[in-house]
C-alpha cells in the first residue's frame, strides 16, 4: 500500500507564497506522475498542476506563471511552489500519483488527504 502525506498548508497574504509538499511511501516500484489538484467550498475539484516522470510540467489556467511543479525522485517527493497567491487560490490541495507496485504492471491511483490553503486579502 502506497500513502501520500502532504505537508501542513497555512495562512497567507495575497501575494505571499507558500510550498506545498507531497511525499509519496509505502510499496513503490516507480512513479509514472504526481499532481496536485485543489478543490475550493461548492466548487469542483480542479487540476492545478501535474508532472509525468520524464515529462515537461502542465498547468491549470489560472496558476499559469505564478505555480511551479517539481520533484525529486530519489525521495518520491512532489513539491508545488505557488507565488503571488490570491484569494481566489483559497481550497483545500491534494496531492495525486499513479504508481505501480512490479514490474510490468498498470498504475494504481493514490491521493493524499488534502491539506487547507487560506489566502487573505
Known amino acids: 500500500q502506497v500513502q501520500l502525506v502532504e505537508s501542513e498548508g497555512g495562512l497567507v497574504q495575497a501575494g505571499g507564497s507558500l510550498r506545498l509538499s507531497c511525499a509519496a511511501s509505502?510499496?513503490?516500484?516507480?512513479?509514472?506522475?504526481m499532481s496536485w489538484y485543489r478543490q475550493a467550498p461548492g466548487n469542483e475539484r480542479e487540476l492545478v498542476a501535474v508532472?509525468?516522470?520524464?515529462?515537461?510540467?502542465n498547468y491549470g489556467d489560472s496558476v499559469k506563471g505564478r505555480f511551479t511543479i517539481s520533484r525529486d525522485n530519489a525521495k518520491n517527493t512532489a513539491y508545488l511552489q505557488m507565488n503571488s497567491l490570491k484569494p481566489e487560490d483559497t481550497a483545500v490541495y491534494y496531492c495525486n500519483a499513479h504508481y505501480s507496485s512490479r514490474p510490468r504492471t498498470g498504475f494504481i491511483e493514490v491521493w493524499g488527504q488534502g491539506t487547507l490553503v487560506t489566502v487573505s486579502s
Open positions: 508532472l509525468t516522470f520524464g515529462g515537461s510540467p
Open positions: 509505502g510499496n513503490i516500484f516507480s512513479i509514472n506522475d
